[in-house]
């Protein structure tokens, strides 16, 4: 009789501690999907990177929320939403060892203003971001440790406009720096960018100038003359040629008054395929 008391005892109590740990590993019946409760969500309830951290057990209200994945959102800004609208490429989701700095998201650009608010990310026509994805490739292979940087991809008309009002030089050179909005550029389509190289540091490579220098040392087409004339030093104008080469043998073509500024094909071809970004 004793015998059967002891192991009746041992079995209740066994029963006991399943029943509890059942409890409190449960998961709500509403679900379509049961997920295991994990240590922390029976510790901490379910929201455990919410304001409540209180453990479970002393927690004021226990409310039954649904067991949600808490996984980091990518952010997506309204303008982003839109240039995907247009088929445009986040190029850092297309190959992110190229590094992105949008200087017209920062105040760090000639008209010294955020234009682009909280947009960080570059945004390309496919057939562009292609052709960088493999320039960035062609300079990896010559400097492992380098990498392309892009300073602008995608330019909508609205923000054009903004910068051929805004741009300080004569009429009749204004659309030498910054394109006409009437006449639109390859940036309105997502077709070009502006690019540079950074080393092993994430240091620029000297080119001589800034980017958006509105003068003659900016200009590729007077880079042998300003060499000779010691304006720009013989490191400048080879960083200058190392950064034509890649983009032109990826497929860009460069323009003789700005030595970032790069075109992923014809304004004619880019018509016919695309739309421009408003
Ligand atoms: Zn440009």
């Given amino acids: 009789m004793n015998f059967l008391k002891r192991y009746s ?10 029943v509890l740990l059942l409890y409190l590993f449960r998961t709500p019946m509403q679900d379509a999907v049961r997920i295991p409760r994990t240590f922390e969500q029976v510790m901490f309830g379910d929201n455990i990177f919410g304001a409540s951290v209180l453990p479970r057990f002393f927690s004021a209200s226990l409310s039954e929320t649904p067991n949600i994945k808490h996984q980091p959102v990518p952010k ?4 982003e939403q839109r240039l ?5 490429v986040n190029i850092s989701n297309v190959d992110h060892s190229i590094a992105v700095s ?8 000639f008209l010294h203003k955020n234009l682009y608010g909280e947009l960080k990310n570059c945004y390309l026509q496919k057939e562009t971001a292609g052709k960088l994805v493999n320039a960035q490739k062609i300079l990896k292979e ?3 440790f380098y990498s392309l940087i892009i300073y602008d991809g ?17 009429e009749k050179l204004k659309d030498k720096y910054v394109s006409n909005p009437e006449v639109g550029s390859l940036h309105n389509y997502g077709c070009a960018v502006d690019a540079s190289i950074v080393n092993e540091n994430g240091w620029e490579m000297d080119m001589g100038t800034s980017y958006d220098y509105f003068g003659e040392l900016g200009h590729p087409i ?16 080879e960083n200058r040629k190392l950064l034509r080469e890649v983009m032109t043998e990826a497929g860009f073509t460069g323009i003789t008054t700005e030595w970032w500024h790069f075109n992923g094909t014809s304004l004619k071809s880019a018509g016919e395929k695309y ?3 408003d």
């Fill in 9 to 18: 005892f041992l079995a209740l109590a066994v029963i006991s501690v399943e």
């Fill in 76 to 79: 997506i800004t309204f303008l």
């Fill in 84 to 88: 995907i609208t247009y088929g445009l």
């Fill in 102 to 109: 949008l200087k017209y998201a920062t105040e760090d650009n």
């Fill in 142 to 144: 010559k400097y492992p």
């Fill in 154 to 170: 995608v330019r909508p008309l609205s923000i054009q406009q903004m910068m051929w009002d805004e741009v300080k030089v004569p």
């Fill in 222 to 237: 007077a880079e042998q003359r300003m060499l000779e004339e010691g304006k720009l030093t013989w490191r400048q104008f």
């Fill in 275 to 277: 739309q421009k970004v």
